[in-house]
T-cell receptor, first 113, second 115 residues
Framework: NAGVTQTPKFQVLKTGQSMTLQCAQD?????MYWYRQDPGMGLRLIYY???????DKGEVPNGYNVSRLNKREFSLRLESAAPSQTSVYFC????????????FGQGTRLTVV | KQEVTQIPAALSVPEGENLVLNCSFT??????LQWFRQDPGKGLTSLLL?????REQTSGRLNASLDKSSGRSTLYIAASQPGDSATYLC??????????????FGKGTKLSVIP
């Protein structure tokens, strides 16, 4: 089973460039999430989607946009990348926001120079 | 805002020992709590999920307990093995009103099990 698939796995961007991180799950889950993980800061929630057609801000949404394209896919877009967005990004999914184990992708390591 | 603390930040034990990892949180109005494991360079794996109405959950050598009123959870690992070496994170989940949610991780405990 593929579970949660993130692409790309690695990316280097120049300051000001834009890019979209892709995430897809094959478990028919309703809820999906984007986190970033930084040394000393831990995992912080960027955006989440309770169900298809809805998105909400998490703890650190500034500088990001998201799209819940359909039930399977949840993308994260950086419109104008900044060095402060250098991080490891994780996508996750669960049956519902208020129930069910969360399943994580393998992460995207993003460096902004 | 939910604050989640995990103590200790790092722990080194000899193989075979039983050990306890701690998670405390400031807002007890949670609906569940999950424990995760993260191996270096990898994503997270959910180990146990405890609903707010439950006191504990068990899976193999792992047992997680929840005391919601005191804002504490513990993860007990029996007969530790080198393969248990990883970072363990907890996440107490709460609904913060108006349909929004706080899904806040602790910073984790890095466990090393020495053969």
């Amino acid at each position: 089973n593929a579970g949660v698939t993130q692409t790309p796995k690695f990316q280097v961007l120049k300051t000001g460039q834009s890019m979209t991180l892709q995430c897809a799950q094959d478990m028919n889950h309703n809820s999906m999430y984007w986190y970033r993980q930084d040394p000393g800061m831990g995992l912080r929630l960027i955006y989440y989607s309770a169900s298809e057609g809805t998105t909400d801000k998490g703890e650190v949404p500034n500088g990001y946009n998201v799209s819940r394209l359909n039930k399977r896919e949840f993308s994260l877009r950086l419109e104008s990348a900044a060095p402060s967005q250098t991080s490891v990004y994780f996508c996750a999914s669960s049956e519902a926001l208020d129930g069910g184990k969360a399943f994580f992708g393998q992460g995207t390591r993003l460096t902004v120079v | 805002k939910q604050e989640v603390t995990q103590i200790p930040a790092a722990l080194s034990v000899p193989e075979g020992e039983n050990l306890v990892l701690n998670c405390s949180f400031t807002d007890s109005a949670i609906y569940n709590l999950q424990w995760f494991r993260q191996d270096p360079g990898k994503g997270l794996t959910s180990l146990l999920l405890i609903q707010s109405s439950q006191r504990e959950q068990t899976s193999g050598r792992l047992n997680a307990s929840l005391d919601k009123s005191s804002g504490r959870s513990t993860l007990y690992i029996a007969a530790s093995q080198p393969g248990d070496s990883a970072t363990y994170l907890c996440r107490p989940d709460r609904a913060s009103g108006a349909g929004s949610y706080q899904l806040t991780f602790g910073k984790g405990t890095k466990l090393s099990v020495i053969p």
